[in-house]
Structures are given as structure tokens and as C-alpha cells.
């Protein structure tokens, strides 16, 4: 494929795992691609959060954050007139009906939109009539699209579900950065963050939100202070949820077991992900239980060699991962996910097994590489023939 047009509506200094799948992806269209066009909001102040080096990949940060981007919708059509692009990607949930249009007017190939949720059910606290409305809007951009990307396979069954033709799915999963994110030697990390060697760390990364459990990983910690005192849990990023996860850790006694580092700057991610011995993926199942989720942090958390525990929620059982750096416990138990801890920190030995396991899972299946090569062969076939099936696997069976 020759050109490519990305466009998505979102912060491109932003750390927030939606602009990070968007730039890895369009990072990985560029080795398949002799020209990738990357159209974003506006910069202000900080870089891109990864840095585009491909000289075939251009940054147009050009969208208004808000309002009155009429002359830019005008600017994305004679962009594509005169480029003539093969695959236009939107990430752009807002984008006008007319605009979607008219790329596909002026484009010579595919339109592809990516729906990362499902309107219906991603907040219930909104009314019948603003949910309504956006669920149709969403359909109706899906209708319009040569083809749909998704990421997991219950947001894929909602859509066809809603008559969406099934043909026009592109169910194709996260990566992580692989040469970015890497397994490191434990010293070194430990010593660029001051943290004791001598104890065992479990780690968590991300926004700390209604959608990351984090208080039920407290409350297994608590549990699990009177039988290994050596165990720490650090807690990178900050969130609506960072006030009250403090006053959770003080009142169940563990305040001086856990380890808010707040915020973590992406070129300081990989070092830190090198000082955990276990790594955690709490969800509630609320917030997930319709469309499902493909994390980021799970593929970065393979990408670095990590065992990692993970709440079994509808998304993390979309594929066949390998079981033994991988373990689920049922969403908001405390008590199954201290015993999964405590196995795994007495398990010194078989973690080293299991890092090497997980990181050449990462290497087979996350690597944003091949993942953006699936994006832009089956955008190529998408609508004239059967896509692959959409049959869900059990993610830890054996």
C-alpha cells in the first residue's frame, strides 16, 4: 500500500492509552506504507508523546480542540483529493456525517473508522435520549465506513447485533511498543527509582478511575501483609480515583506497603515496569461487561516480561494466551486474587520462566508491526469477502 491518512481527534502529548494505540498504529502503517499522513489536534506545549521517527510518517497537528473545525473538515477533503490516499483510518468519533462522506467520495480506497466502545453501555448515568442519539450516530458511521476496527470480540457481536454487516468488522487486537518496552535487568531499575531490592514488588500502571479496581488490590494486600511482609505495591498514575485510593490504603492499614508514584512519563515507563515482580490488571466488571476491553497495559506488561494477574473480564478472553505468566481471578475478589499473589511471589524461580514466556507472546501477537500490516490487508478485502471468524476463545484454557 502506498499512502495512508490517519486522522484522530485526540492530544498527541497525551499518555492516555487511546493516542498511544493511535501513534503506535500509524508508527507501525509506516513501514508498510511509502507516505503515512497523521492528522491530530493541536500541539501546544509538550511533543508528541511517542516519537515519530519514520521519515515517510508526517504530523499534521492541526484540529481546534473544541469548536469551529468546519475549515479543517474542508482542509482533510482537499488533503485527500490530492493525495489520493489507499486507506483513510479515523479515530474521530465526531466527525461529520458529510465529511465521512466526502473522503470516501474523494478517496481511490477504504474508509475505515475505529469504535473503541459501545454507546449504550458506556455510561449509564446519561440519559435514554443523549444515549440514544449517540448509539445511532455510531451506527450510522459504521454504516457509512467501508469497514469498522474493533478490538475485542463482544464490541465486534454488538455491532453486528445492531445489523451491522459483519463483513465490514476488523476485529484486530492492542500491541505494545516492543522496542521500547523490554525486559531489563531488576538492579538497574531499582536503582534509578531508590527502591529496595530486598523486597517483592507488585505493580500496577494506569488512570485511576472507576474502570481500574484498584481498591480491590488494596484490600488483597491487606490480606496478604500478615503473610509476607516483604510485599509492596506500587501504584503508577494519577486519576479522579487517586484521592480516595490514599485514604483506602490508610484505612486498611497498608499505606506504608504501597507506593504512589503518580504520574509516569512514557520514556520512563519501560525502567519502571523492570522493578515489578508481579504485575496487576484490575477492572470492574460495571464498567466492562457489554463491549468488552483489549488493555494496553496487559500487552505492555507481556512486552516487558511480566507475570501479570488480570481480572477475567469479557475482552481478556478474546484469544489463547499462553496460561503460565497469565493468571485470572474473578472481577472485585479479594480473597482468590491475595492466594494468586501469594503463589506467585513464593515462586521465585518459575517467574523467571514465565517471563520469557510472556515476552515472546508479545513478540508473536503484540507487535504494533504486524498488527497495523492485519489492519491494512484486511482493509484491503473488507466487504468484498468474509472476514475471519468471530468466534470467541477461551483465554486460559488449556
Given at each position: 500500500m502506498s499512502k495512508i491518512l490517519m486522522i484522530g481527534d485526540l492530544n498527541p502529548a497525551s499518555c492516555q492509552s487511546a493516542t498511544m494505540q493511535?501513534?503506535?498504529?500509524?508508527?507501525?502503517?509506516?513501514?508498510?506504507?511509502t507516505r503515512v499522513d497523521v492528522v491530530t489536534q493541536r500541539l501546544r506545549k509538550h511533543p508528541p508523546v511517542i516519537e515519530l521517527k519514520p521519515k515517510n510518517l508526517h504530523l499534521h497537528a492541526r484540529l481546534p480542540r473544541?469548536?469551529?473545525?468546519?475549515w479543517q473538515h474542508i482542509r482533510l477533503v482537499l488533503l485527500a483529493l490530492r493525495?489520493?490516499?489507499?486507506?483513510?483510518y479515523l479515530r474521530y468519533p465526531q466527525v461529520p456525517m458529510n465529511v465521512l462522506w466526502l473522503l470516501r467520495l474523494v478517496s481511490s480506497g477504504k474508509?475505515?473508522?475505529?469504535?473503541?466502545?459501545?454507546?449504550?453501555?458506556?455510561?449509564?448515568?446519561?440519559?435514554?435520549l443523549v444515549t440514544r442519539w449517540r448509539l445511532n450516530r455510531q451506527l450510522r458511521l459504521a454504516r457509512k465506513a467501508h469497514g469498522v476496527h474493533v478490538s475485542t470480540q463482544a464490541l465486534a457481536s454488538l455491532l453486528i447485533a445492531h445489523d451491522i454487516d459483519d463483513r465490514k468488522i476488523l476485529l484486530i487486537n492492542n500491541g505494545s511498543q516492543l522496542s521500547?518496552?523490554?525486559?531489563?535487568?531488576?538492579?538497574?531499575?531499582?536503582?534509578?527509582?531508590?527502591?529496595?531490592?530486598d523486597f517483592v514488588y507488585l505493580g500496577f500502571v494506569g488512570t485511576l478511575n472507576d474502570?481500574?479496581?484498584?481498591?480491590?488490590?488494596?484490600?488483597?494486600?491487606?490480606?496478604?501483609?500478615?503473610?509476607?511482609?516483604?510485599?509492596?505495591?506500587?501504584?503508577?498514575?494519577?486519576?479522579?480515583?487517586?484521592?480516595s485510593l490514599q485514604a483506602e490504603a490508610e484505612a486498611l492499614g497498608v499505606i506504608d506497603q504501597t507506593i504512589f508514584f503518580g504520574a509516569i512519563?512514557?520514556?520512563?515507563?519501560?525502567?519502571?515496569?523492570?522493578?515489578?515482580?508481579?504485575?496487576?490488571?484490575p477492572f470492574t466488571l460495571a464498567h466492562t461487561a457489554d463491549a468488552g476491553l483489549c488493555p494496553l497495559k496487559l500487552r505492555d506488561y507481556a512486552a516487558a516480561g511480566l507475570p501479570t494477574v488480570v481480572a477475567d473480564v469479557p475482552g481478556i478472553r478474546d484469544e489463547q494466551y499462553e496460561a503460565n505468566w497469565l493468571h485470572a481471578y474473578p472481577p472485585?475478589?479479594?480473597?482468590?486474587?491475595?492466594?494468586?499473589?501469594?503463589?506467585?511471589?513464593?515462586?521465585?524461580?518459575?517467574?523467571?520462566?514465565?517471563?520469557?514466556?510472556?515476552?515472546?507472546?508479545?513478540?508473536?501477537?503484540?507487535?504494533?508491526?504486524?498488527?497495523?500490516?492485519?489492519?491494512?490487508t484486511q482493509s484491503q478485502r473488507v466487504g468484498r469477502k468474509p472476514q475471519r471468524s468471530l468466534t470467541t476463545h477461551s483465554l486460559l484454557e488449556k
Open positions: 493511535f501513534l503506535s498504529m500509524a508508527e507501525g502503517c509506516s513501514r508498510h506504507a473544541h469548536s469551529f473545525r468546519w493525495r489520493r490516499y489507499q486507506l483513510i474508509v475505515v473508522v475505529h469504535q473503541a466502545r459501545f454507546e449504550i453501555a458506556a455510561k449509564p448515568s446519561r440519559s435514554r521500547k518496552i523490554y525486559p531489563l535487568a531488576h538492579d538497574a531499575s531499582f536503582k534509578r527509582f531508590n527502591l529496595d531490592p474502570r481500574q479496581d484498584v481498591t480491590t488490590a488494596l484490600k488483597a494486600l491487606a490480606l496478604l501483609k500478615d503473610k509476607n511482609p516483604l510485599v509492596k505495591f506500587i501504584i503508577a498514575g494519577e486519576g479522579p480515583a487517586l484521592a512519563a512514557y520514556q520512563d515507563l519501560n525502567a519502571l515496569l523492570n522493578t515489578f515482580d508481579v504485575a496487576l490488571a472485585e475478589d479479594a480473597e482468590t486474587l491475595a492466594q494468586l499473589l501469594l503463589n506467585l511471589v513464593e515462586q521465585g524461580v518459575e517467574r523467571i520462566n514465565m517471563r520469557h514466556t510472556a515476552r515472546e507472546y508479545a513478540q508473536q501477537h503484540f507487535d504494533w508491526k504486524h498488527l497495523s500490516k492485519e489492519l491494512i
